[in-house]
């Protein structure tokens, strides 16, 4: 299936902003869907946002009307814009990439997300 790369990690301060990307081998990307999730030391994966092959969007409480997810089938690209971080944000987050309402079959390695207080 799809091979996914994730980028845009970094170090920022609380209330800071970073921009994630999750780029897809192939064309097929379109007909996927796409999902964020993270996971922070000694803590289970938590699902973070996703978004359909429609654009059909969906988010953690956590993160709503901080965090918005899009995609670029054009590009085989999916974003992750975070505003107004917080310490708890702190994480590797990674996405991953299924086919209607299956498993998530696809996943890449993660990028490093650190939010300091």
């Known amino acids: 299936q799809v091979q996914l790369v994730e980028s845009g990690g970094g170090l920022v301060q609380t209330g800071g902003s970073l921009r994630l990307s999750c780029a897809a081998s192939?064309?097929?990307?379109?007909?996927?869907?796409v999902g964020w999730f993270r996971q922070a030391p000694e803590k289970e994966r938590e699902f973070v946002a996703d978004i359909s092959n429609t654009g059909r969007t969906s988010y953690a409480d956590s993160v709503k009307g901080r965090f918005t997810i899009s995609r670029d089938n054009a590009k085989n690209t999916v974003y992750l814009q975070m505003n107004s971080l917080k310490p708890e944000d702190t994480g590797v987050y990674s996405c991953?990439?299924?086919?209607?309402?299956?498993?998530?079959?696809?996943w890449g390695r993660g990028t490093q997300v650190t939010v300091s207080s």
């Open positions: 192939a064309r097929a990307f379109r007909l996927q869907t």
């Open positions: 991953g990439a299924a086919l209607g309402g299956g498993p998530y079959g696809s």
